[in-house]
């Protein structure tokens, strides 16, 4: 398999698809439609930017980890395939992209992108000293609808909308990642990592991640009401909500087949609904001609 083919397979590239909705969203309530197609393309160079350097980071920091669960063991980090120079290089050429991208932005955005890196790239060294992690890394993720949002106005004034929408962000990330962590329970409690199942047992995790994820509809309630979003939005957020008791009816505390249908088919489904929802209601306030 080619080297390329193995680096995207390691770095689970398809999971862009979790956090770029919502930064297109953020792009959509900052610009009240189709931002500018510069701006557009720079917005996508910089959330692949991003998480690639994100994801290399945190598998060239796991890898002892990841050798020492059976889950993880067979990832190109640890077989070798993969080896510690291909991904510190991968690491700064993506970190290099993402300044790249927020240089040709705005300056505010060139300004916040460090800030930003170092809290995707913190998230990797977290679950070390804190069960906190998960939470980590919603707000990695929840930073991306406030930068579309810095992307397109070159501001953070008047950003509420893109706040509200990175909170839904922050709570859906944690209560998801809190489910998927579940699969690690005893791995996380023999390393001797933090995480919510490692402290809490499973059924504590699973009520965890139900009460963050109680505060996600909320937050998207408010994103379309200080973004004056019309019913589509606002029934997209009733879909999400629908969709995520469906997430949690698939994972039992004495069932976990089903997590990564709840971790990935779910998710990604929650994500486009927001972003199909957002479009179609700026679609529908331009008269068809967003």
């Known amino acids: ?170 709570a859906w990330t944690t209560g998801f990642d809190i489910l998927y962590a579940c699969q690690d329970e005893a791995v996380d409690r023999r390393l001797r990592l933090h995480s919510v199942p490692a402290r809490c047992g499973i059924s504590g995790a699973l009520w965890w991640a139900r009460i963050s994820h109680l505060f996600v509809v909320p937050s998207l309630l408010l994103a379309g009401w200080t973004a004056n979003m019309g019913y589509v939005f606002f029934g997209a957020a009733a879909l999400v909500a629908a969709l995520l008791i469906w997430e949690h009816r698939l994972v039992h505390s004495d069932d976990l087949s089903q997590v990564n249908r709840a971790f990935f088919q779910v998710n990604v489904v929650i994500a486009f609904v927001v972003l199909l929802g957002a479009s179609l209601d700026f679609w529908l306030t331009a008269g068809g001609a967003m």
């Not at 995207?8 to 979790?18: M, Q, Y």
């Not at 990695?140 to 990175?166: I, M, Y």
């Open 1 to 170: 398999m080619a080297k390329p083919t193995v680096f995207f397979r390691l770095i689970r590239f398809e999971h862009t698809l979790f956090a770029l909705p919502w930064a297109l969203t953020g792009a959509l309530v900052a610009a009240r439609g189709l931002p500018e197609a510069r701006v557009f393309l720079w917005i996508l160079v910089a959330m692949v930017g991003a998480r690639t350097a994100a994801m290399s980071f945190n598998r060239l920091v796991d890898r002892r980890f990841d050798a020492a669960n059976p889950r993880t063991a067979s990832r190109p980090s640890v077989t070798g395939d993969i080896g510690v120079g291909f991904m510190a290089g991968a690491v700064l050429l993506s970190a290099g992209l993402f300044f790249w991208a927020a240089w040709n932005l705005n300056p505010l955005a060139f300004a916040l992108a460090g800030p930003t890196l170092a809290v995707l790239l913190g998230y990797s060294l977290v679950k070390r000293f804190w069960a906190g992690s998960h939470f980590v890394l919603g707000v990695a993720l929840g930073l991306s609808p406030l930068g579309a949002w810095v992307a397109v106005r070159g501001t953070l004034e008047g950003a509420w909308p893109a706040l509200a929408l990175g909170l839904a962000v922050v």
